[in-house]
C-alpha cells in the first residue's frame, strides 16, 4: 500500500508460457476485488524474444481489462529473477504473482529453480499459481499455531473478505504414542482447544477471532502426524482454491527469505496455488496492519 488513493498493487510476471498465463487469469478478479493498480512485467531472457514478450504482455492486459482493470506494461530484458527481485525493491507491490511448473516428478526441488528464488527473495507475499484454478472461495491456511502466523491470517483474511471466500486454519500436532489414541480424538476436537487455556489454544482461539472479525467465515482444523502428509489429506477432503503458508527472514543484509521445509514441501507438492507470506515482526507488522485497516475501511465506503 502507497497511498489513501491506491488500494493495492499488484505485480504480475510473465514470460508468455500457458503457466504464466494461468496465474494471470487466476490472479486478475483477486486485483479487481480490490481495484488494485496493476503492473505486468515480461523479460526477455534472449536476443530474439521481444516480440514474443511484448505479445504476452498484450494477452495479459486483454485478460486484467476484462475485469476494468489497465495494467502497466513493463517490457525488460536480462535474467527473470534478477529483473523481478529488482523490479519489486524499486516499486513496493502488496503482492506479487507468478506461474510456476514442476521440472520433474521425483527429488528435493520438483518445482523450478526461479519459482524457489523468488519466493526467497521478493520482499512481498508471493502467490506462486500452480495448475488452473477458476475461482477462490475456500482457503486453506497452514497455521504453527504461534504468533508468527498472525500476518498471514490477516493478509489471506483481508483477501477472502474482499472475494467472498472462507478460511480454515489447519493446524498439525505432534504424533503421540498409541496408547494415547483417546488423547488424541480429544486433542483433534477443535472446540475442545479453543476453550482451553493452553498456549495453542489462546492462539488458534485470537487467529480465529481475527477472521470473525474481519467478517471472513471461519473454521479450525486440528489433526495428528507429519505436517506436509497431513495436509495433502486435507487437500483431498475438501476442494480448497489456494493455501497459505509463511517463511522467514534469514537475517542478512540482502533481505533474502527461507521458505523452510515445510512451505517447500507444500510448493513442491500441492495442485493448487499457494500464497506465501512473510512471518516477521516490528515494522512489517505495523505496516500490513495499516494496509488491512485500510482496505476494511474503503470496503466499508
Not at 488494485?36 to 523479460?43: C, F, K
Not at 498471514?152 to 478460511?167: D, K, Q
Not at 509463511?246 to 537475517?251: A, I, M, N
Amino acid at each position: 500500500m502507497t497511498d489513501d488513493q491506491t488500494i493495492m498493487k499488484i505485480l504480475f510476471c510473465t514470460d508468455g508460457s500457458i503457466q504464466a498465463e494461468n496465474a494471470v487469469r487466476f490472479g486478475a478478479p483477486l486485483a479487481a476485488a480490490f481495484q488494485a493498480e496493476t503492473s505486468v512485467l515480461g523479460i526477455a531472457e534472449k536476443t530474439g524474444q521481444e516480440d514474443a514478450v511484448m505479445a504476452a504482455l498484450r494477452r495479459a492486459q486483454d485478460m486484467l481489462k476484462e475485469y476494468h482493470l489497465n495494467p502497466e506494461l513493463i517490457a525488460k530484458a536480462g535474467r527473470p529473477v534478477r529483473e523481478i527481485v529488482k523490479r519489486s525493491r524499486e516499486t513496493h507491490y502488496d503482492l506479487v504473482v507468478i506461474g510456476a511448473v514442476r521440472k520433474d516428478t521425483q527429488g528435493p526441488l520438483w518445482m523450478s529453480g526461479r519459482a524457489y528464488k523468488i519466493i526467497e527473495s521478493v520482499a512481498s507475499p508471493v502467490l506462486v499459481v500452480i495448475g488452473n484454478r477458476s475461482g477462490l472461495r475456500r482457503i486453506l491456511l497452514c497455521t504453527g499455531g504461534t504468533p508468527q502466523a498472525n500476518q498471514a491470517v490477516l493478509f489471506a483474511g483481508t483477501i477472502a473478505r474482499h472475494v467472498n471466500a472462507s478460511v480454515t486454519l489447519f493446524h498439525v500436532l505432534a504424533q503421540p504414542p498409541a496408547i494415547y489414541a483417546r488423547l488424541i480424538e480429544q486433542q483433534e476436537d477443535a472446540d475442545r482447544v479453543l476453550a482451553s487455556d493452553s498456549k495453542l489454544g489462546r492462539t488458534l482461539s485470537h487467529q480465529k477471532k481475527m477472521l470473525d472479525d474481519l467478517g471472513v467465515p471461519g473454521e479450525v482444523h486440528l489433526r495428528h502426524g507429519l505436517v506436509v502428509p497431513e495436509l495433502l489429506k486435507e487437500l483431498e477432503r475438501t476442494e480448497f482454491d489456494l493455501v497459505v503458508s509463511g517463511s522467514s527472514r534469514s537475517g542478512d543484509a540482502l533481505r533474502q527469505y527461507v521458505m523452510g521445509d515445510v512451505t517447500r514441501e507444500i510448493v513442491n507438492r500441492a495442485e493448487l496455488p499457494v500464497l506465501v507470506v512473510r512471518t516477521e515482526t516490528g515494522r512489517t507488522k505495523r505496516r500490513l496492519r495499516d494496509v488491512v485497516s485500510r482496505l476494511i475501511d474503503r470496503s466499508k465506503g
